[in-house]
């Protein structure tokens, strides 16, 4: 059974490291859809090394703010400090809150069947963000002009990395990754043409074990968000729901 | 448009302590209120409040964390559920207290983001203590490889070969990653 852990974890580290030949990687790719043991260590493997990495980096940053935060503990939670309630029940509040809960009614109501659509660039812009202003370097960073894309694409300089990208796309269209990032460097950098072309040229290619093309599309029209886009990327995030491709999860939210 | 409270978010990823001085001046004693009224004690309403803020400065510190309502809202779930949590631990009686503190719109985003802030913490906690029972070479090997240099680097630093280090990283990373699934709270931090 240790042999088992440690062969998945070789073989998670070997396919992240970016060592893997394509054959190996697509064998990788299958095993991990068919083998849940697998599949459950890749997932945790990955978890723990963003977190660890996130608490390597922010140690310094970390251990400052909790120094702040004891000393403002002793003043503000010290035997003098006073307790008051939440809310007090004066009756001007009573009144202020019964306003308020009218006001959140028509609001909501409002939101309900007005807002809907209009969330939508705001849900994609929050996960342009959270999601994709950052690339996942691996632990062996530095060694392949993937990883030096991604790193120049961290570290803002666009302009290099979408030279960098389209370089090793054109050199190894097989390189699906190059083409992702060239397309995410592209929304970033608010080149939502060119991104678009991008994530549908990824969307076109059969067989791959991961391909968040069509969902990518939709989240460069909703950031673009001029006529139609929302639209259109509402029947794409449709279609990533109904086809259960990449980015369902996200989709499926968005559109609830 | 931000909220005008992303200020104190700015504020803990900054260590603002004049900014932070103000978040206190404005929250603690509510928090306290609340912790003390459900079973809790002033030392409790400290810790909860403190661990609630750096829950909330481990969610925002990357960038990204945006606040959708007032801090006094969402600090008081990220407090409550932390409370609520503390209290299962002690196996005092099953507690569940009602109790909303009066917010009952704040929107599903931000319950999704303060269970969220519990959530990494929770699995952050959980790492930090599986790592600590591994031995020290399994440790250094981990920590030095998480701190963005190359493996050989990290081989160069420990003076032995890349060869040794790969694959004793992956036994430390197999060992970590058994330790984790063992621990009884695995299945519940949703990783």
Redesign the interface.
Known sequence: MNDRKSYYIEQIENYLSGNFSPEEKLRFETALKTDAGLNEYFRLYQAIDTEMRETQKYRAKETALKNTLKKLNAVYFGSGAKTVPMHGYKKWYRLSLSAAAVLILVLTAYFLFFQRTNDLPQYASRYVKNELSQLSLTMDGGRDSLQQGMAAFNDKAYARALQIFKAIYEAHPENNDALKYAGITCLVTRDYDQAIACFEELAAKKGLFSNPGVFLKAVVLLARNEGGDVQEAKLLLRRVVDENLDGSTEAARWLK | MQHPDQKYINA?IE?D?VM??EL??KF???I???I?RNNGT??D??DV??EA??SI??KA????F?LTCPLEAFL?MVCKNKWLNMLNRRKVQKVTFSDT??YN?IGEDSFGLAEECIL?QE??DL??EK?AELGESCRSI??L????I??DEVARKLSVTYGYV??K???C??R???L??QSPQYELLK?
């Open positions: 803990l260590n302590a932070l001085e206190y001046r603690a004693d509510k306290k209120w609340m003390i002033e030392t309403a400290a409040f403190q803020l750096l400065y481990n510190k990357t960038g990204g945006e008081y503190g009066g719109n990494k699995r952050s790492l930090r790592l981990l920590q490889s998480w701190s963005g190359s493996m790969r694959k990283k992956s036994e990373m197999a970590l990653i058994t984790v699934k990783w």
